[in-house]
């Protein structure tokens, strides 16, 4: 039985260094992902973060600085394992401090 792809990506995080919210998390459901790829990009379009693995939460940061509140830009690629289909999702995600 062949599972689709489910994503939870919040619209906005607080990276402020209280106890809540303090990472962007993407969440996968569903099928096994073979590769997952997010980038994250200011206004700007210059990106400021990437990963390959999907456990690993993004905390508003670039090159070690705290990036600005404001409206982020993100895009992800998952392909489930055994099967040549890619999937591209993308939208945007906003910083509070």
């Known amino acids: 039985m062949d599972e689709e792809f489910s994503i ?19 969440i996968v459901l569903g099928e096994r992902t073979n590769s997952f790829e997010m980038q994250i990009y200011n206004r ?7 990963t390959r693995d999907h456990l690993v ?16 830009i993100w ?3 998952l392909k489930a394992k055994n099967v040549d289909d890619v999937k ?3 939208g945007h995600v906003i910083i509070l401090r």
């Open 8 to 26: 939870y990506v919040p619209n906005a995080f607080t990276p402020d260094n209280n106890e809540h919210n303090n990472e962007f998390r993407v």
């Open 44 to 50: 700007w379009g210059e990106m400021v973060y990437e």
């Open 57 to 72: 939460d993004w905390d508003g940061t670039y090159e070690g600085n705290i990036c600005p509140d404001g409206t982020y």
């Open 75 to 77: 895009k992800i690629t």
């Open 88 to 90: 591209t999702y993308a």
